[in-house]
């Protein structure tokens, strides 16, 4: 009886002393799904994402939008201008009458892209590059409320010299243009954007006339449907020093408007301006018609994208 009761008390000692042991290895209770979830949810961090299709092709109408070429696209863009409405019947109100510019735009990387055109207003060729800066993004650090790019380009006028007798240079030809384009797409609907713009003329008719114009451009989309939107754009010229000088004196600030048209792989856009001349230098400051006196033309611009590298399937 006594190692009965030794090995009893042996029992329940070993069995009040293996309680708690067993106690601390149970595992705890796994966390509920939901507060599970809310963790994962509070240790997420916000992913930047950049915003696309501020605007529907590389140009608001006559303005270069911040819109890039993709890289390995080439652009194919035709721009036609008729004659002003206020021209009357005979030539029927205008459409007789026709400016042309061709043009090439390829994109070299996702940030540059670089192009080349031949108008038929003053015979001239231009070329130029548009870089973009910072793209307009959402959520994450370091996203942006703008997107930025910086157009610049050469035109040269190829018209034969109005005096062959003196010494003209081919410099003479040249004029300049920079651009700082900044857009911001605001939501589904609405994007605008704003071009401060400097033209550099080699050549001016007097010495009160100024080589360098200073320029402001605005502009606008509103989507209408999904492929079509209301376009809207003006540019304000700042006055000179002389604001009686010929060459600001004798012409207008450029106002557009019109409609985009996304048709499979083109982009159409059709309009209304008093702008002929489809280079910057021309409308920025040779911009000869009036809306107030008629002077509207009839316009549209037709671009197709070719792309070089296509994405595999």
Do not use: C
Request: glycine share 8%; proline share 5%.
């Amino acid at each position: 009886m006594m190692a009965s009761a030794i090995f009893t008390a042996a029992l329940l000692l070993g069995l009040a002393l293996s309680a708690p042991l067993r106690a601390q290895t149970t595992p705890a209770a796994p966390a509920p799904p939901e507060d599970l979830e809310q963790l994962l949810d509070e240790a997420e961090v916000p992913r930047r994402q950049l915003v696309t299709g501020t605007f529907k092709g590389s140009r608001i109408i006559n303005l270069q939008s911040v819109e890039q070429v993709q890289p390995g696209t080439l652009e194919f863009l035709i721009s036609h201008r008729f004659g002003t409405l206020d021209s009357g019947a005979y030539q029927l109100w205008g459409l007789d009458q026709s400016t042309i510019r061709i043009g090439l735009q390829y994109g070299i990387t996702r940030f540059l892209a670089v192009g080349v055109g031949r108008s038929s207003f003053q015979k001239a060729y231009d070329g130029f590059a548009k870089a973009s800066l910072l793209r307009q993004s959402t959520g994450g650090a370091g996203s942006a409320p703008v997107s930025v790019s910086y157009f610049s380009s050469v035109a040269v006028n190829t018209l034969k010299f109005e005096d062959p007798t003196r010494r003209n240079y081919f410099s003479s030809r040249l004029v300049y243009v920079n651009q700082l384009l900044v857009a911001r797409k605001f939501n589904e609907r609405l994007s605008l954007q704003i071009a401060p713009t400097v033209v550099h003329r080699n050549l001016v008719a007097t010495e009160q006339d100024a080589n360098i114009v200073y320029a402001v451009g605005v502009g606008g989309r509103l989507k209408l449907t999904k492929r079509t939107s209301l376009n809207a754009e003006y540019i304000y010229r700042v006055p000179p020093r002389y604001p009686q000088a010929a060459s600001y004196a004798m012409f207008y600030n450029s106002l557009s408007v019109g409609f985009d048209i996304e048709t499979g792989g083109h982009v159409f856009q059709f309009h209304l301006s008093n702008s002929l001349s489809m280079i910057e230098k021309g409308f920025v400051t040779e911009t000869t018609d009036s809306w107030a006196n008629g002077g509207i033309h009839l316009g549209f611009n037709i671009s197709r994208d070719f792309n070089f590298h296509p994405r595999p399937r």
